[in-house]
């Protein structure tokens, strides 16, 4: 449905993570997958996070967080709605997604998608997370920076703000024009007439989010950890000092979980195939039988992965695919499993992949009932 274009390669080795990029006509002759009141819509729903951005009559950034029944400040100006994980709710715009499926899935953060009156942005600011933003309807201007120390501050208990920054791109975008912005480099952008905008970040965790998760899955899933042990102790001249040999048994002891990469594959699977947002998930009413799927294989029928959900593996392991949160065996059909995560929508090629292994079919059968793979 959208098409790409951009020499991948070109941009891997000189612009991702390094400097930012205008793509003009990234998706020529593009077409909004979404249209404004649909946009309105989702942020009206619970289970979607939104937000209003504006400015109030004493020029005051205000937030205010959805779900919504009114959206009479979009008729003023300088005002933004902004719905996160779009991809998760509307299958259209899911479709944005898959040109950029030349990064790795696990980075991929989410689809949000802003819409704004004329003057509406959410003011100058440095993402933690890289982002091609898609003008779609409307034109906006884009200022952005050098990578830079630039002093932060709270505009908004929902907003943080950096200072002014000099521009070293400087462009009003139009529809189907991408900006890919690196991690840290300062941005602002604001709506020269009623504008939408796509934005696909990409995100990586911290060390604190890696410590934090890692400390909180020791505790749930080790019974019998290892504990510091000094067998070897001697009169003590000096007990206040913890001496050399000490602190080394100690380090020790912190990374007795996690020596090699390979203990963390199970506890990481899981955290990085976590959805952040809530998934649109529809249990089957009625349970497909491996018959059925088969059927609707053979009749040409194409079954596509969940919006936003999120289907890893890990090349030293090839038996494990994780899905959702959670780890499954697939050792006896890893080609399955592996395709299953490489593509968010399969068809006819998993024929022979399927009949060659009975637990195969009961793996497939078992996501399209749980609602993880669908068919239109």
Not at 22 to 33: E, N, S, T, V
Not at 57 to 85: I, N
Not at 153 to 162: E, G, N, R, S
Not at 312 to 324: K, L, R, S, V
Request: charge should be negative.
């Amino acid at each position: 449905m959208f098409q790409l274009n951009l020499d991948i390669n070109h941009f891997l080795d000189v612009y991702w993570q390094k400097k930012p990029l205008l793509i003009k006509q990234g998706f020529a002759d593009f077409q909004d997958p979404i249209m404004p009141d649909e946009i309105a819509g989702l942020a009206m729903e619970e289970e979607v996070e939104s937000r209003l951005v504006y400015r109030d009559e004493q020029d005051k950034w205000q937030a205010e967080h959805g779900p919504f029944t009114s959206f009479d400040k979009l008729e003023q100006k300088g005002t933004s709605l902004l719905v996160q994980a779009v991809d998760h709710w509307h299958e259209d715009a899911q479709q944005l997604i898959r040109p950029f499926r030349f990064l790795p899935n696990w980075r991929l953060d989410d689809l949000m998608i802003s819409y704004s009156s004329v003057n509406g942005g959410v003011g100058p600011h440095i993402d933690n997370y890289d982002v091609f933003i898609i003008q779609g309807l409307g034109k906006r201007h884009w200022r952005v920076g050098a990578k830079t120390e630039l002093n932060e501050f709270t505009a908004h208990a929902a907003l943080k703000h950096c200072a002014a920054f000099d521009a070293i791109i400087d462009v009003e975008l139009e529809p189907g024009d991408i900006l890919y912005i690196p991690v840290g480099f300062p941005h602002e952008g604001y709506a020269i007439e009623p504008s939408i905008n796509y934005s696909v970040g990409f995100r990586a965790p911290d060390q604190n989010d890696l410590l934090s998760s890692f400390t909180d899955h020791c505790i749930d899933e080790q019974d019998n950890c290892v504990r510091y042990l000094d067998k070897n102790m001697q009169h003590r001249e000096k007990p206040g000092k913890i001496e050399a040999h000490e602190l080394i048994g100690l380090h020790k002891t912190m990374l007795e979980s996690c020596q090699t990469p390979e203990q963390l594959m199970p506890w990481l699977g899981k955290m990085l195939s976590e959805s952040v947002h809530d998934l649109d998930i529809a249990v089957c009413d009625e349970a497909h039988s491996n018959t059925q799927i088969l059927a609707l294989f053979n009749e040409g029928a194409q079954f596509t992965r969940l919006g936003g959900l999120r289907a890893i593996y890990f090349e030293q392991d090839a038996d494990f695919i994780y899905i959702n949160g959670t780890q499954y065996n697939c050792s006896e059909f890893n080609k399955l499993g592996h395709h299953l995560c490489d593509q968010d929508e399969v068809g006819s090629e998993l024929i022979e992949l399927l009949t060659e292994n009975e637990n195969a079919q009961n793996f497939f059968t078992f996501l399209v009932n749980s609602g993880y793979w669908y068919s239109n």
